[in-house]
């Protein structure tokens, strides 16, 4: 199954609720995936609220996902820790209640210590956080992000290897992300299996895949832009998800937000036409190529 969707309220939307932006998702972009941001501080959403994105997002059968607020840090200490923590925690909670699949989250800094040492530290703080969730009987996924630049801690291997320590976690394939980090390491269909190839031991049956151009040097990302402006082709990514019939959300977090979910979704639909021979495809349907 494939859904696609955009972070956060669709630019072109007028009301700027993330209710308006779900209504929106549905009735206007016929996508069927959406992360909610929880990215500017800490963010609260009146009950009614969530109870209705739980409720139209099931109706309507559209995807939830929650990014925590960006700044966070798993391998901080003391205040900073706790709060990174709190935040973690609250943007779950909130989650839960909208019936989200995962809340996001960026892992932390190496700071003054070394990689190892931060992942020790990321590994104890992220297994409080889902001994937390246990308590609270939160159920939706906890998912850690790769991150675009390298003196921030968030390699696709280190993100699976703290998968692989706590249970719950899953990594969040952050494919811009990992292009710059890589300085521009996925470029072919090698490329794109190979990251499937390296998360396959946590067996995964979902993937959320986050999808945006990148502006990068030497390994670092600078800025997120359109996708059609970077340098990370799709097509090959696509072919790998419906050669392998992956089960994959598509979030773009580009500048364009929908507009690019909307291209990665003719993308997609292109590349099932390819299959089928026909003219016309739908990117829920892949009952014909499977
Ligand atoms: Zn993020």
Redesign the pocket.
């Known amino acids: 199954m494939i859904r696609i969707g955009q972070a956060g309220i669709p630019l072109s939307c007028k009301g700027r609720t993330n209710k308006d932006g779900l209504v929106y998702t549905k009735q206007i972009l016929d996508l069927n995936a959406m992360e909610v941001q929880f990215v500017r501080g800490l963010y609260i959403m009146e009950d009614e609220e969530a109870e209705f994105m739980a409720e139209y997002s099931k109706e309507n059968d559209i995807e939830l996902h929650v ?1 925590a607020p ?1 700044y966070i840090n798993l391998g901080g200490s003391g205040e900073e820790l706790n709060l990174s923590i709190e935040k973690v925690l609250s943007s779950a909670r909130l989650a839960q209640k909208m019936g989200a699949k995962t809340v ?1 989250t ?1 892992p932390g800094y190496y700071g003054e210590d070394s990689e190892k040492k931060t992942m020790k530290k990321i590994i104890k703080n992220l297994k409080k956080i889902q001994n937390q969730f246990k308590k609270e009987k939160i159920k939706v996924k906890l998912g850690i ?1 790769t991150m675009g630049k390298k003196k921030v801690f968030g390699s696709l291997e280190e993100i699976i290897e703290i998968s692989n320590n706590v249970k719950g976690v899953i990594p969040v394939i952050g494919l811009g992300h990992i292009h710059a980090r890589t300085n521009g390491g996925l470029k072919k269909r090698e490329n794109f299996e190979e990251v499937f190839q390296l998360v396959k031991n946590l067996r995964l049956k979902h993937y959320l895949l986050h999808v945006t151009g990148v502006l990068y040097e030497d390994g670092n990302e600078y800025y997120h832009i359109p996708i059609k402006k970077g340098d990370m082709p799709l097509m090959p990514l696509i072919d790998v998800i419906l050669d392998n019939n992956y089960d994959v959300t598509f979030i773009s977090e580009s500048p364009l937000l929908e507009h690019d979910a909307v291209y990665i979704r003719l993308q997609v639909e292109k590349a099932i036409m390819k299959r089928t021979g026909k003219e016309e495809a739908d990117y829920r349907d892949l009952s014909e190529i499977l």
């Open positions: 990014h960006y996001v960026h992000e």
